[in-house]
């Protein structure tokens, strides 16, 4: 048993939550399930950041104090999580005696040793940011904030210093020694690079303002709100006592906005208070931006997308973790990433539906029947293997922070078990009478299918319960020391039976798709260039007239022609690809143990989305291409086209995948 202690930000009260703060803490309440369910002692820490300048004005435009400001909102964001099935273990309040309390206490352990002193500041200030910037860092002309485009402010004041040059060489031997403490590696790379630039003291208190915790014997100044909320991940472990055994901080997790004050600010400022390099956080993970169908989120356009309300709008019973798995499986930690109500919907259908829910229903009509265990075959071995190859795979990419991964080799499994029940038809073994064999591919099934509940359940905690219950299978309930993770398959005790229940993902109908679409796409004025453009660019064209010339090629011979390995393939992953705006990263399903990995090059004519699922003609024995930093394609996509029309070649739903194509 090991202690796990993950961290969002806290989140800045002058907004409210939005897919933004939702990705992250979504993120965080999933790597604390997986890990409680591997039998961690595992901690999960939110809250609120309620102090600063910002604030105290945004109260005095509503006429309020702000503490009344700070109680509105942060009420609003404690009750919003577990709206999205996350739990975490404490919620704290900047604003609360506990943190101030901790906060004052890490001040003066600094200023005891010399590292704070009393200076004089003067310099623009970006009150959205609540930090200072040089010249050189803001846009011109105007000296406009990079991120919120408005004018930094002139501020001159007395202010504390905290001596941030001393530990320039200290934090840089330490990034050396730990090369992991940021992730992505890219991002490592930025903040290596701005220490080894030089680093200037900073400034950590202020006096135009008096919304902030008191500096320690002079309540002059207040603390800057970055030190305040950076203190956070340890105050909240203060009290009760016992909660000291979760520090140091596994993961903080945090948007690449923010990454400086994490990686660079937090640590010196621990050392500086007494930690060795042993008690500092062990990972600073960075995530993306996260845009809505193309567009940069926006306050008018989070109205219209909270998170909440897309959940129960797509399914008032499953609809949370609907809206989790479309986060997790649509956006990988380090990346930019789209989320949009064409993705939730495509992947509710294929993903989920088509998919995973799929499973559960097409053994449903052999449920309330007795199950009872066989010698396996070599279609039940391979469904057994491919279950635990999921498992370990999920565990390793769950184990290294990243859930896209870990669903993407969950999902191959599942692709694979359905590739078992289509050979193996139960449904023909019962109108031939072999009881034995259908009692055998149904327990097979069963015991396959609770092991990827357990694998899913950190993503979608509510889907893994409703399927468990209809499998007859006993309630998941991570224990501290227990290791819950399928790597070897349960067994299902002779005489077990299925228990017949609603589909887990009912289908929508295409008048509720199209109300879902128009209540959450974005607005069509807010498109962009780029986006007409691929618009247009993707727009059917009129046909040629009759007689135009087509191109043709020399004949060859049937044997060359026989050379050709041409198969049906079912897509079972689509996913973008960061600054390759043409190509799309596939996962095909060819008949073989395991998908091919294709990369294709019609990401203007299909989103993935339309991709999930679908059946087309491959091209299988050509040699793998290289497209460079390590996308391999393994095969290629057979399509038609016209002009600038593109479409890839269908084939009919009744063929399996890997029928040969003569």
């Known amino acids: 048993m090991s202690t796990y202690y993950i961290t969002t930000p806290i989140y800045y009260i002058n907004d409210v939550p939005h897919l933004g703060s939702a990705y992250t803490t979504v993120a965080c309440d999933v790597l604390k399930r997986y890990h409680a369910l591997r039998g961690d002692d595992a901690f999960f820490l939110t809250g609120t950041d309620e102090h600063g300048l910002k604030i105290q004005r945004a109260a005095a435009e509503r006429g309020m104090s702000p503490k009344e400001l700070a109680d509105e909102v942060s009420r609003v964001f404690e009750e919003t999580w577990p709206k999205l099935g996350c739990e975490p273990n404490d919620f704290i309040r900047t604003s609360s005696a506990r943190h101030q309390h901790g906060v004052q206490e890490l001040w003066r352990r600094i200023a005891a040793k010399g590292d704070i002193y009393l200076g004089h500041y003067e310099g623009l200030y970006c009150v959205g940011c609540e930090a200072y910037y040089t010249e050189k860092e803001l846009e011109q002309p105007g000296n406009r904030c990079p991120l919120h485009k408005t004018a930094a402010e002139t501020v ?34 930025e903040v290596k690079s701005f220490v080894a630039g030089g680093l200037q003291d900073l400034s950590v208190s202020r006096t135009t303002f008096d919304w902030g915790v008191p500096v320690p014997g002079d309540p002059r100044h207040v603390m800057y709100v970055w030190f305040d909320a950076l203190s956070n991940y340890w105050t909240a472990l203060q009290e009760p006592p016992s909660r000291g055994r979760y520090w140091p ?32 956080p062990r990972k600073v993970l960075a995530h993306g931006f996260l845009t809505y169908g193309g567009h940069k989120m926006s306050k008018s356009l989070r109205n219209t997308v909270s998170p ?28 930019d990433g789209d989320f949009s109500i064409d993705d939730v919907l495509g992947r509710y259908g294929t993903d989920l539906g088509n998919t995973f829910g799929n499973l559960l229903h097409r053994i449903h009509p052999f449920a309330g029947e007795t199950l009872a265990p066989a010698n396996d075959g070599p279609l039940e071995t391979g469904l057994r293997e ?45 109108k031939q009478g072999d009881e034995a064999r259908v009692s055998h591919i149904v327990t097979a ?18 889907v893994a319960a409703l399927m468990r219950e209809q499998l007859g299978a006993t309630v998941l309930v991570p224990q501290v020391g227990h290791d819950s993770w399928p790597f070897e398959l349960p067994t299902r005790a002779a005489g077990s039976r299925l228990v017949k229940g609603e589909p887990v993902f009912p289908r929508h109908d295409k008048d509720v798709a199209a109300a879902l679409k128009e209540q959450f796409s974005p607005p069509p004025e807010t498109k962009t260039p780029r986006e007409d453009a691929v618009a247009a660019k993707t727009a059917p064209l009129a046909p040629e007239p009759n007689g135009a010339a087509v191109e043709t090629k020399p004949a060859i011979s049937y044997d060359d022609f026989a050379k050709l390995d041409l198969r049906v393939g079912v897509i079972v992953s689509a996913e973008r690809i960061l600054r390759k705006d043409r190509l799309l990263d596939l996962l095909v399903e060819v008949g073989e143990a395991q998908p091919r990995r294709i990369i294709a090059g019609i990401a203007l004519a299909y989103t993935p989305e339309e991709l999930r699922g679908k059946r087309i003609a491959v091209l299988c024995n050509l040699a793998p291409r290289e497209f460079g930093k ?18 890839l070649v269908a084939v009919p739903e009744e063929l399996p995948a890997g029928s040969p194509i003569k």
């Open 156 to 189: 001159k004041e007395e202010s504390y210093f905290f001596r941030l040059a001393n530990y320039g060489e200290r934090l840089l031997r330490f990034y050396e020694e730990n090369p992991a403490f940021v992730e992505p590696e890219g991002r490592m790379n």
């Open 249 to 280: 901080a596994s993961v903080h997790v945090v948007g690449k906005d923010i990454l400086r004050f994490h990686a660079i600010y937090w640590p010196a400022f621990l050392m500086a208070a007494g930690f060795s390099d042993a008690e500092l």
């Open 308 to 335: 909440v309300a897309l959940a129960e709008a797509v399914s008032p019973t499953v609809g949370v973790d609907v809206v989790r798995y479309c986060l997790m499986r649509s956006i990988s930690f380090g990346q």
């Open 386 to 430: 491919a279950a635990r190859t999921a498992a370990r795979a999920a565990a390793e990419a769950f184990d290294a922070s990243s859930p896209t991964r870990a669903l993407e080799a969950i999902w191959v499994g599942l692709m694979l078990a359905n590739a078992y029940i289509d050979k193996t038809a139960p449904w023909a073994a019962r």
């Open 445 to 462: 099934m069963a015991e396959v299918l609770e092991a990827y509940t357990v694998m899913v359940a950190p993503v979608m905690p509510k």
């Open 630 to 647: 390590g996308l391999v394609s393994h095969g290629m996509l057979m399509a038609a086209s016209h002009g600038e029309l593109l479409k």
